[in-house]
């Protein structure tokens, strides 16, 4: 006779979070009054493209910029690459040399990689430090005449680490260069505005928030100049052509909102998480290594390693075991590649290892405590054998 079913935990919320019961209502109600086309002209349209104004006002108005600045794309990759590819294309010939992050998530290096190759850019990748940190002197030695762009994360998909973005768009801005930010992970952890970050670019992935998945959001500072490799349409001021996913970003609109007014409380919540599962992981397995700085760290994430054990062996022995985790992003978990963030921030031989576990707002102190029990099982079942 089987014993009482495990309760079932997640903590892979930087790869996708729940959907806020708030958006999913939203989402139903949506599909079923705003089925219209938002670019036809008759009421049904109207109505449509009034519930597709209110949500883009939503955005525009909390992130500081102007509606028609405001772009809704298929997903966060995609908004990366409409803001990579579009500025890039619109870049002046003397200024052609493009500036990012090692530890960019692949959706930012890898278009600029792309355009390297073809001839488009100069690409240079900026070094980090042993946090994972650009520093500022290493920004300002390396900017060139030529710069054009600059692309900095706000918070590491992988380890978490907080970016001194609003002291580096200065310096950019300085040499004339524009900046873009993917603040993906950032989103409904930290606040978010462009005239406070003092951006160019901005990108947000609404599922990381709670919202639905398949959009993006793209905000961008007035006047800077946006092509697209996208088909053209008449939608999204030409940007992403194609009928708008009404109900998608109506409740897109819902989470964010409901993520901004628990901003500053979830994060007290997730620190004081993140502070008890690397105690427990300290005083369960004291050979834990861990790639998160406690200084520079978003709340909530927790990036860690153990030695001679793959962080993909780990993976699944912890959903044998009903814990949801990630070994890196989510990008590259299914192949467990090795982390170039880990071997950026000098831990090279911890790239094949890491174990990365992320929490949100539902989870709690007793989650963590199991979490910690059941690792610890884990970690000594994978070493038995």
């Not at 105690?279 to 994430?301: C, I, K, W």
């Not at 405590?369 to 970690?379: N, T």
Request: glycine share 8%; hydrophobic share 45%; aromatic share 4%.
């Amino acid at each position: 006779m089987s014993g009482p079913a495990r309760e079932r935990l997640y903590f892979d919320w930087a790869a996708t979070a729940p959907l806020r019961p708030e958006a999913k209502a939203a989402l139903l109600e949506a599909l079923c009054d705003d089925y219209g086309n938002a670019s036809s002209a008759h009421a049904f349209g109207r109505h449509a493209r009034a519930a597709l104004q209110r949500a883009r006002r939503t955005f525009s108005d909390s992130l500081g910029v102007a509606r028609d600045d405001l772009f809704f794309l298929g997903n966060g990759s995609e908004a990366n690459l409409v803001a990579l590819d579009g500025s890039v294309s619109d870049l002046p010939r003397d200024r052609r040399h493009v500036l990012a992050s090692a530890i960019e998530h692949p959706s930012v290096l890898e278009p600029l990689e792309r355009a390297a190759r073809n001839g488009a850019i100069e690409l240079e990748t900026l070094p980090v430090d042993r946090f994972g940190r650009v520093a500022a002197e290493e920004l300002a030695r390396r900017l060139r005449p030529t710069t054009g762009l600059v692309s900095v994360q706000l918070v590491n998909h992988e380890i978490g680490t907080v970016q001194p973005v609003a002291e580096l768009a200065v310096l950019a801005h300085g040499h004339g260069a524009l900046f873009h930010c993917d603040a993906t992970q950032a989103a409904g952890k930290l606040d978010l505005a462009l005239p406070e970050l003092g951006v160019d670019l901005l990108v947000l992935s609404p599922h990381k928030f709670g919202g639905p998945r398949g959009i993006g959001v793209l905000a961008r500072r007035a006047g800077v100049e946006l092509g697209t490799p996208l088909s053209p349409g008449r939608q999204e001021q030409g940007v992403r052509g194609g009928t708008e996913d009404v109900a998608t970003i109506v409740a897109a609109a819902v989470a964010w909102q409901s993520a901004r007014a628990e901003l500053h409380a979830l994060a007290a919540s997730l620190r004081e998480l993140s502070a008890l599962l690397v105690a427990r992981l300290r005083e369960l397995l004291p050979d834990v290594t861990l790639h998160s700085s406690t200084e520079y760290g978003v709340p909530g994430l927790v990036n860690c390693s153990f030695a001679e054990l793959r962080g993909d062996w780990l993976v699944a022995a912890l959903d044998a075991l009903e814990v949801a985790a990630s070994h890196g992003s989510a990008c590259s978990t299914r192949a467990a590649l090795p982390s170039p963030v880990l071997s950026a921030i000098g831990a090279a031989d911890h790239s094949t290892r890491s174990l990365r576990f992320s929490m949100g707002r539902t989870t709690t102190r007793a989650n963590v405590e199991e979490l910690a029990r059941r690792l610890h099982a884990a970690v000594v079942s994978l070493r038995s054998r």
